[in-house]
Every structure is written in C-alpha cells, then in structure tokens.
C-alpha cells in the first residue's frame, strides 16, 4: 500500500512524438502525483497540446513511455484510456455542438455504467449550476464561457482519476478566468488529480502545486509552482516583467 | 383519380429510395465517405432473397431476414476491408475504393447468378389489393410505404434516445472528442454499416416486389437516385433523406407521367440542382457553425 502510494500517478518517460516528418516532441519526461495539480506552461507551438494528445492517447509515441497508475499505456487509445481513469478536456472545446447540454454530458458518462449517470450529472451541475439552467439548450447556442464549462464538466462526467484540461481559459474573459480556475481548485478538492495546459502562465502558477516549463518540444524548466513564479527566466518569459 | 394513383405511386417509390438513402446518409455522416458501392449491396439482398424464394422454398418472411442478415454482413466485411485501412487515406482513394468495390459486387454477382435477367417471385407480398373508395393500392405499395415509416420512426428514436445511437451522432460530429468520451470509433462505423446494410436488403426486396427484374446492375440506377435523394435531402441528416427520397419518387413518377416519359431522370436532377442552388446543404441539411 505505502509502495504504492509512491508510485507517481502519471510518468512521461522520454517520449518522442512526430507530425509526419515533423519532430514535434524531442523527449519529454514528467510525473504527476495523485492529489496533484501540475501545470504545463509554455510559448505557442511549444508542444503543450501535442503532449497532452500523447498522454491521451491520441497520438502515439514513436519511443519512450507513458505509464498511467503504474501501467504502461502509450499506445492504448484514446478510448479505452477513458476506461482507465483518464479524461482530456481539449483544447477548443470540442464538444459536441449538435447535441443539448445535457445530451453532452451524458456522452461524458459513455464509460460508466448507465445507472451512475444522474448522479454524476447531480455532482458536474454542483460545480457549474449555469450548466443545469441550460440542460435542454443545444451545445452550440452556448456562449464561450459556458461552452468551456461543458467542456469540463463533460470531462468530468466520466469520473476521471487524472484530468487533464488543454487551455481552459482560452479567450475568456478575465472574471470568468477567475471562476474557471476556482473550478479546478474545487474539482482538485473533491479528489481529482489535474494536468493544466494554460498560456495564462501567472493563473496557471497559482493555482499549482507543480510546473513544468516547455520550449519547442522540450522541458527547459520544472519545479515547484511558487519558485517558478519568482524565477527571473519564467517572470521575463512568460509573466510579462 | 389517376393523379391520386400517381401520387402513391411516387410515395411507394419515394420509400424505396428513401430507404436506401438512409444507407447512403449514415455512412456519410458517420463515416465521412460516399460508399458507391451500397446501391449494390441492395442487388445482393434481393438476390438473396431471390435465391431463398425461389430455390430454397423458405417463407417471404425468413426470406427477407436472411437477406438482411447477409448483407449485414457483407456491409461490414466491406468496411473493414476495403475502407477501414484508407481510415488516413485522402477522400480521393476513398472514393475510388467505393466504386471499385461497387464493380466488384457487381461481377460477383454476373459470376454466380449469370447476367440474364432473373423475375422476381411477387405473388408473396402481391396477395391482395387494398381499395379505398375508387383508389386501388397494392399490398406491394403498402408495405413499402409501412417500412419506410417504421424504418424512419426506429432510426430516429435510436439516434435520439440510444447510447449507442448517440454514440453516432458524436462520432458523425468529432470522431476525436467522441474517442475522448470513451466511443470506440471503429465499432460506431461498423454499427453505421450494418444498419445501412441491412437496410439495403429491405429495400432489395422492396425494389424487385415493385419492379420484378433482377440483374447484376439492379442496384445502380435506385443507388444513384437515393444518393441525389440523400443530397436533395441534407446529406449526414436521417430526416433529410426521408423527405428527399420520398420527394424524389413523387417527382420522378410526376414527371414522367405529365411531362415526359423519357426525360423523367432529367427532370428529377434539373430539381435536385435548383434545390441546391437555393440551399446547397440541401433541404434539411445544416451548415456547420462553429463557435470559438
Ligand atoms: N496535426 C499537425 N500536423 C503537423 N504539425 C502539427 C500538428 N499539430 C501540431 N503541429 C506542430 O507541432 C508543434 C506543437 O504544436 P502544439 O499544438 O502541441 O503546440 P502548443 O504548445 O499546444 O501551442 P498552443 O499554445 O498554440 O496551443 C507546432 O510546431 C505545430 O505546428
Ligand atoms: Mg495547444
């Protein structure tokens, strides 16, 4: 029990991930311990996304490897890493525009039994009570703020151990920044463990436990979320004085 | 009364290419591929029932679901074979793919069953005809117009209340976020395939109750008007196809009875094209929006 208590929920080991001829990701390696959150900050095209669609299970690592609670996953696709306990929340959104909110959240539910539904329906609308005043609404009428919080509560629904949010603040404004990362901090709370991609690096900092730095395709920086928020390098970089 | 005749006449039609357009819409929808060759999955449907009818002695009934069966799977085979492995392919090879498999369907049908034409058995579903007041409809027309309804009203209550019906609409919709929830993706196309397939065997059967000669090419000339029909209707939307196929037959029938016999086919596409100039996503068909 204690052995496993060690054991790192997620752990990148030197994965090289490529876009054709395109070396996208040169070797990357990071943990993420249960109870955590882990920030993933870094310049456009740095490979933030590519990384976590790696993780995801999206893409696949061409070497290195991707152990998820001490099992090794790269390669295992996307949906079945759901099954395990992983749920990406994509950069852009990506729900499903057709379908009503409530029918959105429901296919966040695929990977559960269906009895379990309602109640984890109960639970997202606690974390995001504009969801339920819109439950019949269709996805696509929704305005940015509150497709963002679909997204996540979708990503939510399936009850993940490791949550993964790609950009959530993307073209948001600021008041509703503030509320998306309250957000994360309550779902951290309530037991899950999170992996943030943001371009919001100061946000992001704050509300992490740990970081890591990316520059095309590698980590150039990691360490605790405070000391990187004081470090000269990342303030000049990514904080803006 | 000749014009009420007409009229169901174009119904009766309207459903047999509405059900083979629900073939084609699916697969496009979910699939994002025109498969060519589902006009002739539907020859082999009522070549199997032929063979069943006619051969076998089996009843219509048992005649029809081993048809259905067959090409159930046969349409899935097909899928993952030949299209399954152009999954990263461009739409280009996908295509071409369709049609060689469509040629294929076709010679293997020339090699088993020769190419004379074969009539098919209509006494089981030409027992009686129905009247109503001066109307005179055949159980054939009936039937068929039944399907379709219980086709459409099945199909729609699927996608809308189903897991797995939903499951297709997502993977119709974002075939990587529908991985995300946990879809498996494969298997939804698959499901989309069958469906389809069996379908294409009812409207095999449908078709050659109707119009009761079977040759290898019988499934090219309805396929190609359900694929207008899927168009006119919104290709990728199931109601879509309904109305397109139904408008199809009736304008199809029209035509040919108040204009001209020989230009009937012209005709319908002469509307299909005015239709898509007005609305190029078709009748029912919704443009994409998309909100960043
Ligand atoms: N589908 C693709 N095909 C080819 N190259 C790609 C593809 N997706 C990403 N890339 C390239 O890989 C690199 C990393 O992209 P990625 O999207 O992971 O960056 P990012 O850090 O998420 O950037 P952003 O902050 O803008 O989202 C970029 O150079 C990008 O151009
Ligand atoms: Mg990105």
Redesign the interface.
Known sequence: MSEEKKLPLLKVRDIHVYYGAIHAIKGISLEVNEGEIVTLIGANGAGKSTTLNTI???LKPRQGGIAFAGMPVEGT????M??KGL??C?E?R??????TVR?NL???A??RP?EETEKSMEQVYEFFPRLKEREKQIA?T?S?GE?QMLAMG??LM?KPRLMMLDEPSM?LAPILVEQIFEIIRDMNAAGTTILLVEQNAQMALSVANRAYVMETGRITMEGDADDLMHDDNVRKAYLGS | MIFLDHLINGLSLGSIYAIIALGYTMVYGIAKMLNFAHGDVIMIGAYIAFCGLQYWGIPPVLAILLAMVFCTLLGVTIEGFAYRPLRQATSLAVLITAIGMSYLLQNIALMIWGANPKSFPTTFINGSNIRIGQLNISSATLITIVANIVIMVTLTLFTSKAKLGKAMRCVSEDRGAAELMGINVNRTISLTFAIGSALAAVAGVLLCSSYPILQPTTGSMPGIKAFTAAVFGGIGSIPGAMLGGILLGVIEIFGKAYISTELGDAIVFAVLIIVLLVKPAGLLGKPMREKV
């Open positions: 995801a299970g999206l696709g996307a949906s079945k759901v099954y749920s990406l994509p852009g990506r729900i499903f525009q057709q379908m029918e429901e296919m966040g695929f990977s269906n696509g929704l940015g497709q979708r990503a399936s073209g």
